[in-house]
């Protein structure tokens, strides 16, 4: 039977080179249907060769043709990550998807691509500082979020593939450098959708953790805002409550004094100290890892410390719960 499935998927790919539009667009639609129902699948259309034709159909100029290919792509990248990493052009391909969003490439080309390097770094750490050395892929994918007429999927999976990247700390300052701060900080602010700016605060969380984003949210009154994220009338979810707790605990830690100084001068500043009562809420209610940071964060921006002693004991004596 594998070898009757290895026969059936070579015939298929072996039409991918057709001079036929049409032969090659019913291909596209059966690989991509193969890839989704079956896992087993993945290996042998990476190994019939088909990785090459699949990244040079994100050229296409036909919409379905584009939409199967990035998501037989994304189907591949779960289970066969290094035949696609190996794959000359492969990235260059999915930056042409990505780069084209606003002309033409279509919506579900686009998600699928940005899917697809956020499977690709979020399982294999040896990934990300690849991709982000390919700096055209990482300012196509803050443009996706910053085009104001993107498909709401598209900035979510834009988003996803920005937290990957930003999960490995030398591509951080190159987020930077290409406009991140003000792009997320801008669908932070303005964007009502709860999942996207939880996704955006996640990816600010990430790109703080470097001192090139001291200055960058200082341009944007970064920590103000993070700080009004945590006053309760805000009615931010507590996942955007952790992020923000994160960025600005990573924003104190990696900046310099000034950084510190603004952190702790815009948690105090909230109205009847709103922010404050976020922190403690994290601290409280929290997950393992957001109940740490928000801890770690009273300590740095509390003048007065003992108010928190309970919350600072129940971290120091239980450091296996956090």
Known sequence: METAKRRTIETIVSKLSSVSEQTRAAA??????????????????????????????????????????????LNLSITSREPLMSSRGLLDALSHALRHHDTTTSPAAVQSSAAAIYSLLIAEESYRPVVGSKRDIIFSLIHVIRYQDSHPRSIKDALKALFAVALCPANRSTMISLGAIPALFSLIVKDSRCGIVEDATAVMAQVAGCEESEEGMRRVSGASVLADLLDPCTGSSLRIK????????????????????????????????????????????????????????????????RRFDRLISDNDNNPSSI
Do not use: F, H
């Open 242 to 305: 952790e992020n923000a707790v994160s960025a600005l605990l990573n924003l104190a830690r990696c900046g310099g004094d000034e950084a510190r100084s603004e952190v702790a001068s815009a948690v105090a500043s909230g109205a009847d100290e709103g922010a404050m009562e976020g922190i403690v809420y994290v601290a409280e209610s929290g997950s393992n890892k957001g109940r740490k940071k928000a801890v770690d964060l009273l300590r740095l921006v509390s003048n007065d410390s």
């Open 28 to 73: 596209l639609a059966e690989l991509r249907l193969i890839s989704k129902q079956d896992p087993e699948s993945r290996p042998i259309i990476a190994d019939a060769g088909a990785i090459p034709y699949l990244a040079e159909t994100l050229y296409s100029s036909s919409p379905s043709s584009q939409e199967n290919a990035a998501a037989t792509l």
